[in-house]
Each structure stands twice: as C-alpha cells, then as structure tokens.
C-alpha cells in the first residue's frame, strides 16, 4: 500500500501542472483573439454606396472625375493603376477611396454602380441593392445632360417610375428599413445641419425639428436622392445656338425645385472646367466627414452655371422669389399624376418624340409634362406640331419615291402624244405642220431643249427663226399669187421683171468674180480712161474728148 501511495503522488502532481498550463494558454489565446478582432474591426473601412442612373458612359465617367477631384492625391498613389470603370453593358461597378484631410486615413470606400437605360428589364439588376443592410448607406444619383435639357423631365419620370416598381416589389424587411431611412431624413433640422458643422447633430438639435413645409416630402422613395445636371459649360451654346433666354433658365430651375421636393431631394448644376461642391454634398448626404477639415455647403440658386439646392433647403416661397407667374401648385399636383401613370409610351429611357407627336395627347389630365415639352420645345423635332416657331427645315423625298413620280408624269405624257397621234391618222385633214394638235407639245419639248442654233459661215444662226421666216415668205408668196393685180406696179413687177432683175445681180456678181481674176483689182489709171471701166460703160473723160 505504501507503494502504491508512493508512486501515485507525483502523478497527481504532474496532472495539476499540467492541467493549470493548459488553462492560462487558453486564456492567453482567447486575449490574442479579442485583441486581433478588435484591431480587425477597429481597421474596416465604412462602405457606402452610390447609384448613378442615367447618362452615357462617357458622361459617368465625366462623374468619376468630379468626384475624384476633391481627393488629395498621396505620394504613394501617383504610379497607382487606376481602377477600372466597368460601364459599357447592363450594370456597371467601380470604387472609389475617400481620402481625410491629412491624405493618410481612408475615410470610407464608395462603390458606385452605373445603370444608363430605365428599361423595365433592368430592374432585376437594382433590387438586390436593395437590402436592409445596403439601404441606409445608399444614395441614388440621376444624371443628367446639359446637352438636351428637354428630355429631363421625361427621363427623370422614368427613373422614378422604375424606382417605384422595384420599391412594390421589396419584401417586408427593406421596406421597414426604407420607412426608417425616410423617417431620419424628415426630422433633420433644416439650416445647421451636418452641412454645416461637418459632423452629426447634436442632442439639443435632435430635440428641435421644424415641421415639413408644403410640398415637401410628399412622394418618398425610400432612398435619398440627388439630381445632377451635368455639362453647365454647354448653358451658353443654349443662348447662341437655340435662342434661349433667362426665362427659360429660370423656368427649369423653379420646375425642377418644385418636383424635387416632392421627394426630398437635392440638386446641382456640375461642370468640368468650373470647380463645384459635388463631392461634399456626395460624402454629406451619405454621412462621410473628415475630422480635420470643415466642410462646409451652402445652397446657390443665382449663379445659373453653379446651381446648388441642399436636400431639406428649399420651399415654395423661395421658388417663387427666382420668377414671378409660375405656378408651384400646379406643377406638384400635376408631378403626383405624371409618376403614377404608367411607363408603357417609353422604352430604355428613350422617347419617341422624334418619331411622333409629344406624349400630351396620351397623358393624364392635369399632368405637367406637356407644359414642359411645349415650354421647352426639342428644337430637333421635325414636326411642326413640336416646334414652338416652325423653321425652313423641309422634308425630302427618298429616291425610290422620286423616281416612281417621274415614272409617273412619263407615263402620262406617253399616253398624251399617243392620243395625239391616234387623232393624227383618224383626221388627215389635221396634218399640218402647226396644227393645233400638236403646237403644245412642240411648246413644251421648246421649253426643255431651248432655241436650236446652227453655225453658217461663222455666224449662228437660229434655225427657228429660219424656219418663221422662210414660212412667211412662202405664205406671204402664195398670198400674192392668189390675189388679183389691183395695182399698175405690181403687175409690172411679174416674173419676168423678177428674171431680169436676178440677171443683172448675177452679171454683176459674174464683174467682181473677172476683176478680181485679172490680177489688178484696181486696174491702171491709163487703161480706165482709155478703155472705159470694167463693165463695158464709157467712162466721162473719154465722152468729154468725144
């Protein structure tokens, strides 16, 4: 027994050691792995997300840029490889860093995804960004271009139109999540907000909220959205090339304003050669502040290459103050029923206004697009029913058309000399040569051809005029010998004197030919006086020495 006593102690012992290590390194590696998880979650990086509807890829990229050009670029980042903007087909994706103040910390990553037609079939393709996780880190971007400001209005009720038929289709979870998102925006206090002071509200300015203003926040979407109009450089090719005037300017900015509170967004004018706040109202509306520069936005609504109305800004006395005589009330009602119709007249974001007439005969009653399209007329529409003053445009023919009207009016004048020949050979007695059947068409083939001139001994001479006058000497001879010889001297004049007279012109013709064949043309002085001159007359010296 004393054995066994001996010899199971120093096991026990060695157990106990054994078991008191095991221990502390499990403890020490839980630490080390709530250190590591800590660090790990301490070092991710926010993700938010942007949604850019509308515009070309080139005019996305155009985005990128100015977006791009509010980051501080590092040193370390000059021969970085720029990412790859995916944007050609169907969905396109890119990312974006949001540099702090110091070009040391990422403040957030931003994805950004492009979508350029508002089909219907693309829809698919949207919803699953539309989780209860993405949903409050979202912002949707409808681009616009500078360069056709008279399809905005139809393009952005595409969008939203399509924006709404995904939102109905959403399940519970992002829809509660969508109310939260509308709810937070609502009870924002307008003025000193975040867009002033860089940073979140305080508690005392959460405790004051202003109530929402009439016409404001009456259509949500469940996102928060921004309107950007892109290329502002293009605003003066408007005046000089369209005939633009501020009334024009000044009534799609009040439009735009007025339709835009209905959903709570904002809106900016951006340019490429003109600096802008695009990214700070970007990184403000989606919660990205730097703690080392103050970031400040403030709202412009005179500057009309520089347009900047902050979400939760506007109102309908300060759109009234831009421009008397238009109406805010109207216009709202009248937005309410243009989204609610369906999206079944347009196709990809593209209309047929270039093909048919505008959309008024099939919109709604009381809707507001009409009044758009017939304010801001599309100057390449090409039916008078569009244009606000009707230019010299003319439409042509195609080929085919004109040459099967030619074949036409050949056919006709086919039929016409063929009925005139057939009258021919039923009336010989009509076979003049100016017979009245024929004179228009020899009028009418004259009036082609033109005078017909021949060339006789150098001289053109006009074989019409030729054939009058050779007609009328015939007739005026024919006439003669029909009418009786009423006068002495007419009756001497017959045809023998006629012979006569053609007798001496030929003698005298017969002279010249002989003198001019002797030699001396002139002849000599002695041979004229004593032989007399050519044609055989003495001449007055020789009579006088006679």
């Given at each position: 027994?004393?054995?066994?006593?001996?010899?199971?102690?120093?096991?026990?012992t060695?157990?106990?050691?054994?078991?008191?290590?095991q221990?502390?390194?499990?403890?020490?590696?839980?630490?080390w792995?709530?250190?590591?998880?800590?660090?790990?979650?301490?070092?991710k990086?926010?993700?938010k997300?942007?949604?850019?509807?509308?515009?070309?890829?080139?005019?996305?990229?155009?985005?990128?840029?100015t977006?791009?050009?509010?980051?501080?670029?590092?040193?370390?980042?000059?021969?970085?490889?720029?990412?790859?903007v995916?944007?050609e087909?169907?969905?396109?994706?890119t990312?974006?860093?949001?540099?702090?103040?110091?070009?040391?910390?990422?403040?957030?990553?931003?994805?950004?995804?492009?979508?350029?037609?508002?089909?219907?079939?693309?829809?698919?393709?949207?919803?699953?960004?539309?989780?209860?996780?993405?949903?409050?880190?979202t912002?949707?971007?409808?681009?616009?271009?500078?360069?056709?400001?008279w399809?905005?209005?139809?393009?952005?009720?595409d969008?939203?139109?399509?924006?709404?038929?995904i939102?109905?289709?959403?399940?519970?979870?992002p829809?509660?999540?969508?109310?939260?998102?509308?709810?937070?925006?609502?009870?924002?206090?307008?003025?000193?907000s975040?867009?002033?002071?860089?940073?979140?509200?305080t508690?005392n300015?959460?405790?004051?909220?202003?109530?929402?203003?009439?016409?404001e926040?009456?259509e949500?979407?469940?996102?928060?959205?921004?309107?950007?109009?892109?290329g502002?450089?293009?605003?003066?090719?408007?005046?000089?090339?369209?005939?633009?005037?501020?009334?024009?300017?000044?009534?799609?900015?009040?439009?735009?304003?007025?339709?835009?509170?209905?959903?709570?967004?904002?809106?900016?004018?951006?340019?490429t050669s003109?600096?802008?706040?695009?990214p700070?109202?970007?990184?403000s509306?989606?919660?990205?502040?730097?703690?080392?520069k103050?970031?400040?936005?403030k709202?412009?609504v005179?500057?009309?290459?520089k347009?900047?109305?902050?979400p939760?800004?506007?109102?309908?006395?300060?759109?009234?103050?831009?421009?008397?005589?238009?109406?805010?009330?109207?216009?709202?009602?009248?937005?309410?029923?243009?989204?609610?119709?369906?999206?079944?007249?347009?196709?990809?974001?593209?209309?047929?206004?270039?093909d048919?007439?505008?959309?008024?005969?099939?919109s709604?009653?009381?809707?507001?697009?009409?009044?758009?399209?017939?304010?801001?007329p599309?100057?390449?529409?090409?039916?008078?029913s569009?244009?606000?003053?009707?230019?010299i445009?003319?439409s042509?023919?195609?080929?085919?058309?004109?040459?099967t009207?030619?074949?036409?009016?050949?056919?006709?004048?086919?039929?016409?000399?063929e009925?005139?020949a057939?009258?021919?050979?039923?009336?010989?007695?009509n076979?003049?040569f100016?017979?009245?059947?024929?004179?228009?068409?020899?009028?009418?083939v004259n009036?082609?051809?033109?005078?017909?001139q021949?060339?006789?001994?150098?001289?053109?001479v006009?074989?019409?005029?030729?054939l009058k006058?050779?007609?009328?000497?015939?007739?005026?001879?024919?006439?003669d010998?029909?009418?009786?010889?009423?006068?002495?001297?007419?009756?001497?004049?017959?045809?023998n004197?006629?012979?006569?007279q053609?007798?001496?012109l030929?003698?005298?013709f017969?002279?010249?030919?002989?003198?001019?064949?002797?030699?001396?043309?002139?002849?000599?002085?002695?041979?004229?006086?004593?032989?007399g001159?050519s044609?055989?007359?003495?001449?007055?010296?020789?009579?006088?020495?006679?």
């Amino acid at each position: 027994m004393s054995r066994l006593s001996n010899t199971r102690g120093p096991v026990s012992t060695n157990k106990s050691r054994n078991d008191r290590s095991q221990s502390s390194g499990d403890s020490e590696k839980a630490m080390w792995s709530s250190m590591l998880d800590s660090v790990a979650s301490g070092k991710k990086l926010p993700e938010k997300h942007l949604v850019v509807l509308g515009g070309t890829p080139d005019t996305q990229k155009e985005l990128l840029e100015t977006l791009a050009s509010d980051a501080p670029k590092r040193p370390q980042d000059r021969h970085k490889r720029k990412s790859v903007v995916a944007n050609e087909f169907a969905l396109g994706y890119t990312y974006q860093d949001v540099l702090d103040a110091d070009q040391e910390d990422i403040l957030a990553r931003l994805s950004i995804y492009f979508l350029s037609e508002s089909s219907l079939a693309f829809a698919p393709l949207l919803k699953p960004l539309f989780t209860p996780q993405y949903i409050p880190e979202t912002l949707l971007v409808i681009l616009l271009d500078w360069s056709e400001p008279w399809r905005w209005l139809r393009q952005i009720r595409d969008w939203i139109t399509m924006l709404r038929d995904i939102t109905s289709s959403l399940g519970d979870a992002p829809l509660e999540s969508m109310e939260q998102t509308m709810k937070e925006w609502q009870q924002r206090k307008r003025g000193i907000s975040t867009y002033d002071t860089g940073g979140s509200n305080t508690a005392n300015e959460g405790n004051v909220t202003l109530p929402l203003s009439q016409g404001e926040w009456d259509e949500p979407l469940g996102l928060p959205l921004c309107v950007v109009c892109h290329g502002a450089d293009k605003i003066d090719a408007l005046e000089v090339e369209h005939g633009w005037k501020e009334e024009q300017f000044d009534f799609v900015l009040q439009f735009f304003r007025t339709i835009l509170m209905k959903h709570g967004a904002s809106l900016i004018y951006t340019s490429t050669s003109v600096p802008n706040s695009l990214p700070t109202l970007i990184h403000s509306t989606l919660g990205i502040h730097s703690q080392l520069k103050k970031r400040t936005l403030k709202h412009d609504v005179i500057d009309r290459d520089k347009i900047l109305v902050p979400p939760n800004w506007d109102s309908w006395g300060k759109i009234r103050v831009l421009r008397e005589g238009f109406d805010v009330e109207g216009t709202s009602s009248g937005w309410s029923i243009d989204i609610q119709a369906p999206v079944s007249a347009t196709a990809n974001g593209e209309t047929e206004a270039n093909d048919t007439e505008p959309s008024s005969s099939i919109s709604p009653e009381g809707a507001v697009l009409p009044t758009y399209e017939s304010t801001i007329p599309d100057p390449h529409a090409y039916l008078s029913s569009q244009l606000k003053n009707p230019g010299i445009e003319i439409s042509t023919p195609t080929a085919q058309a004109f040459l099967t009207a030619q074949l036409e009016i050949l056919e006709k004048l086919k039929s016409e000399e063929e009925a005139a020949a057939a009258s021919l050979e039923s009336d010989p007695n009509n076979s003049t040569f100016s017979n009245t059947t024929n004179r228009p068409h020899d009028e009418r083939v004259n009036e082609h051809i033109g005078p017909i001139q021949v060339n006789m001994g150098g001289i053109q001479v006009d074989a019409d005029d030729m054939l009058k006058k050779l007609r009328s000497r015939k007739e005026g001879a024919e006439s003669d010998s029909r009418t009786p010889e009423v006068n002495t001297e007419k009756a001497i004049k017959s045809p023998n004197d006629m012979n006569a007279q053609n007798e001496a012109l030929s003698s005298f013709f017969a002279g010249l030919v002989k003198r001019g064949a002797s030699g001396s043309p002139r002849g000599t002085p002695g041979k004229r006086d004593a032989s007399g001159d050519s044609s055989g007359t003495p001449s007055k010296k020789a009579a006088a020495r006679d």
